[in-house]
């Protein structure tokens, strides 16, 4: 697969229409979003299982969403402009290394050449 090389502003239209054409069906009522998402519970874990790994390998890119039981543990670790990348990345590793996974997400996203557009499959 040959990576493209697109603009921000082609990309974000590019995922506004993919997000808003998306395939889900299974919506959240929980959070009221305006964007589908898939609940996956221990009732449908096998068959969404099936149908994300089938959507990660015809994926051109995934993109995932962890949600944790903190965000920084000290003021010291919060990232600022004016860091380095690799001093970033270490304040938001540590800090990432002392909570906990409370939820987990994931999307992946295809290239559909004839609407020229992403497809999101939340």
């Known amino acids: 697969m040959k990576p493209r090389k697109l603009h921000s502003s082609i990309l ?4 506004s229409r993919a997000l808003s054409s998306s395939t889900a069906t299974t919506t959240s009522p929980q959070c009221g979003s305006a964007f589908p ?3 996956v519970t ?3 874990f096998e068959p969404s299982l ?4 089938h959507h990660v390998r015809s994926s051109d890119f995934v993109a ?5 039981t903190g965000v920084t543990s000290s003021p010291w670790r919060d990232s600022f402009e004016f860091d380095r990348s ?10 990432a290394s002392r909570f906990a996974v409370v939820q987990f997400g994931v999307c ?4 559909d050449h004839s609407i020229q ?3 999101a499959y939340p």
Do not use: G, H, Q
């Open 12 to 15: 974000s239209r590019a995922l």
């Open 64 to 68: 995932i969403d962890l949600e944790m």
């Open 108 to 111: 992946p996203f295809r290239w």
């Open 86 to 95: 690799d001093v970033r990345y270490l304040k938001v590793r540590d800090s």
């Open 117 to 119: 557009s992403f497809v």
């Open 37 to 39: 998402l898939k609940t």
């Open 42 to 44: 221990v009732a449908n």
């Open 50 to 53: 099936t149908e994300l790994r």
